[in-house]
Each structure stands twice: as structure tokens, then as C-alpha cells.
């Protein structure tokens, strides 16, 4: 078998197709947000999250201000939305109005999208920063204070209803797809 070593810049896309998100944060004068795949649960006890967050997200710097986020989750359907989410920063625009987006605020302080509809959403408080892991990212774990899912596509047993709930994922670039295939291991 024949293999190619892969160059430093792609790679990334060993890694993906993953979750993609939607993080947002501020307050109804400033806030933002943006599309982040690199996000992950951590732990269970306490039910904490990881992110990587690029040094020059204005969506993080709001994270940073604030000390909470939400985490929503899209159906694939809103790739579109996503992908601009992700490739315009808040800096310079209003991109709720821009992308005609709603965001509401919840009981935690941080806004969840309302618009485009998420399936689910989680609310998260920053633990702990660590900001000299990479040139490019900070990453940030967080402990989640309330989640939020449509009880028609997640299942408390089973988790997500996976002939209903398409959660998009990133392949590389402007590419998404979403779960195609259902295997359950005999152990
Ligand atoms: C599919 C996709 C995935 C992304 N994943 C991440 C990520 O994991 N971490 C990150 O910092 N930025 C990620 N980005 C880039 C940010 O979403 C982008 O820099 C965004 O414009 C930041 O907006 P803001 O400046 O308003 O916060 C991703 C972009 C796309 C399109």
C-alpha cells in the first residue's frame, strides 16, 4: 500500500468530517458569533466542554468579556448561514442583521440563536483559558450550565434520532455533509 505524506496545512481534514457549531456571545448592544468545529466535549464530572478559539475571533473576545457562550446546533439545512457565520467576523459588521439572524438571551446571560431555529443548544461558563497552547488558538474549557434539545431528535437514552437529526458536518473548505450510515457494534 502506497501513502502520501500530508502537507502541514491539510491537515486538518484527517480530522473531519466533524461537528460544526455555531457559538455565540455578547450582549444585545455587542455580540457575535461564529461557526467552530473545533469544539468537544471534555468531561463528564463535572460536564465540562474544549474549544479552540482563534486569538482574533471577536466572537472569543466577547467569550472573554462575558465569561458565557452558547454552543448551537444547526440542521445541515443552514450550511449556508454556517459557512458565512464562519467566514465574516462580527468586528466589522452586525452580522445578526447581516445573515438575518435572531438571537435571544438566556437565563445564563449569553445569547442562544432563535434564527435560524437550532435543534439544540447548551450554555456554557469559561473555566479555564489556557492561551499559550498555539500561535493561532486559545483554548478554552468550560463547564455547561443548561442544555436544550428538540425532544423529536434526541432521545435521553439513545441520543440523536439519527433519521431525523441531520448535524452538519465540516469536510474542508465550503464543503458540509451529514450522517450517512447507522452501525451498532455487538461488543
Ligand atoms: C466550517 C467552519 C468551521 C470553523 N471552525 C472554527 C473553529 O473551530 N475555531 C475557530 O476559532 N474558528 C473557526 N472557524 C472560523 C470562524 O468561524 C471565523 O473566524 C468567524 O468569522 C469569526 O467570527 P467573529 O470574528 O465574529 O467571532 C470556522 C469557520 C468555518 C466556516
Same mark, same amino acid.
Given at each position: 500500500?502506497?501513502?502520501?505524506?500530508?502537507?502541514?496545512?491539510?491537515?486538518?481534514?484527517?480530522?473531519?468530517?466533524?461537528?460544526?457549531?455555531?457559538?455565540?456571545?455578547?450582549?444585545?448592544?455587542?455580540?457575535?458569533?461564529?461557526?467552530?468545529?473545533?469544539?468537544?466535549?471534555?468531561?463528564?464530572?463535572?460536564?465540562?466542554?474544549?474549544?479552540?478559539?482563534?486569538?482574533?475571533?471577536?466572537?472569543?473576545?466577547?467569550?472573554?468579556?462575558?465569561?458565557?457562550?452558547?454552543?448551537? %446546533?444547526? #440542521?445541515?439545512?443552514?450550511?449556508?448561514?454556517?459557512? =458565512?457565520?464562519?467566514?465574516?467576523?462580527?468586528?466589522? *459588521?452586525? &452580522? /445578526?442583521?447581516?445573515?438575518?439572524?435572531?438571537?435571544?438571551?438566556?437565563?445564563?446571560?449569553?445569547?442562544?440563536?432563535?434564527?435560524?431555529?437550532?435543534?439544540?443548544?447548551?450554555?456554557?461558563?469559561?473555566?479555564?483559558?489556557?492561551?499559550?497552547?498555539?500561535?493561532?488558538?486559545?483554548?478554552? %474549557?468550560? #463547564?455547561?450550565?443548561?442544555?436544550?434539545?428538540?425532544? =423529536?431528535?434526541?432521545?435521553?437514552?439513545?441520543?440523536? *434520532?439519527? &433519521? /431525523?437529526?441531520?448535524?452538519?458536518?465540516?469536510?474542508?473548505?465550503?464543503?458540509?455533509?451529514?450522517?450517512?450510515?447507522?452501525?451498532?457494534?455487538?461488543?
Amino acid at each position: 500500500m502506497v501513502y502520501t505524506r500530508v502537507a502541514q496545512e491539510n491537515l486538518y481534514k484527517l480530522f473531519h468530517p466533524r461537528p460544526v457549531y455555531i457559538v455565540a456571545a455578547g450582549t444585545p448592544e455587542k455580540h457575535s458569533f461564529m461557526a467552530i468545529a473545533w469544539l468537544s466535549p471534555l468531561s463528564e464530572d463535572p460536564p465540562r466542554i474544549m474549544a479552540a478559539f482563534g486569538k482574533e475571533s471577536f466572537t472569543y473576545q466577547l467569550i472573554k468579556e462575558h465569561g458565557v457562550f452558547s454552543v448551537n %446546533i444547526l #440542521d445541515v439545512k443552514e450550511y449556508e448561514f454556517i459557512f =458565512k457565520a464562519g467566514t465574516v467576523s462580527g468586528k466589522d *459588521v452586525d &452580522k /445578526e442583521k447581516l445573515l438575518g439572524a435572531k438571537l435571544v438571551y438566556t437565563d445564563t446571560g449569553a445569547p442562544r440563536l432563535e434564527k435560524p431555529e437550532p435543534i439544540a443548544w447548551v450554555e456554557a461558563k469559561v473555566f479555564k483559558i489556557l492561551d499559550d497552547v498555539a500561535e493561532d488558538v486559545d483554548l478554552v %474549557i468550560a #463547564d455547561i450550565l443548561a442544555a436544550y434539545a428538540k425532544p =423529536k431528535l434526541f432521545n435521553e437514552r439513545y441520543g440523536w *434520532v439519527l &433519521k /431525523e437529526a441531520r448535524i452538519p458536518l465540516h469536510v474542508s473548505g465550503r464543503v458540509f455533509t451529514t450522517i450517512s450510515g447507522f452501525y451498532m457494534a455487538r461488543g
